[in-house]
């Protein structure tokens, strides 16, 4: 399970210095990182993700946030992690140090897209969406009706709605 401690909290203040540098403050995955606080999905999948075999020591964050790449650019699993390795968004988007060679096997990518959405995890993208949407004072498409089967699914709804958002932006 990931467990946030003292340690990732300076290599995470190393990797935004390296980043303020290399990428624009205009990149459309430093806004998205700027405008969501993705913490509540540790919580939402903590139970359910400690039962996945393989997962038990990567960061759930970043598999969702894989998630959210893989749909806004169309990409296969294996695709994804190639441009994880060439693109600088990706990896700060990721939370990936610049020079960082090693990656997720696509495989666990796809093991956690198909995981199922909890009920609290419906609720909590809504009450962001509902934020967002009175931040941006704009409409988004809602999650209460939601009927997909997994985390890729709920992921492809909430991409649209990160575009709405930041197009407005």
């Known amino acids: 399970?990931?467990?946030?401690?003292?340690?990732?909290?300076?290599?995470?203040?190393?990797?935004?210095?390296?980043?303020?540098?290399?990428?624009?403050?205009?990149?459309?995955?430093?806004?998205?990182?700027?405008?969501?606080?993705?913490?509540?999905?540790?919580?939402?999948?903590?139970?359910?993700?400690?039962?996945?075999?393989?997962?038990?020591?990567?960061?759930?964050?970043?598999?969702?946030?894989?998630?959210?790449?893989?749909?806004?650019?169309?990409?296969?699993?294996?695709?994804?992690?190639?441009?994880?390795d060439i693109d600088i968004s990706y990896k700060y988007f990721l939370e990936y140090e610049p020079m960082n060679i090693n990656y997720l096997e696509h495989s666990l990518i796809t093991s956690f897209g198909n995981l199922k959405p909890n009920k609290n995890l419906l609720e909590d993208l809504n009450l962001l969406n509902s934020k967002l949407s009175i931040l941006k004072d704009i409409p988004i498409i809602s999650l209460k009706k939601y009927q997909g089967d997994n985390i890729y699914d709920l992921a492809k709804i909430f991409v649209n709605n990160m575009k709405i958002v930041l197009k407005e932006h």
Not at 14 to 32: G, N, T
Not at 48 to 76: A, G, P, S
């Open 1 to 84: 399970m990931h467990i946030y401690n003292e340690q990732q909290h300076h290599t995470k203040d190393k990797i935004f210095v390296a980043y303020s540098i290399l990428l624009p403050e205009d990149s459309f995955w430093r806004q998205i990182d700027k405008i969501i606080n993705f913490d509540f999905i540790v919580k939402n999948f903590r139970n359910q993700y400690e039962l996945v075999k393989n997962l038990e020591d990567i960061d759930i964050i970043r598999l969702f946030k894989y998630q959210l790449l893989k749909i806004y650019y169309n990409l296969t699993d294996e695709e994804l992690i190639k441009n994880t």
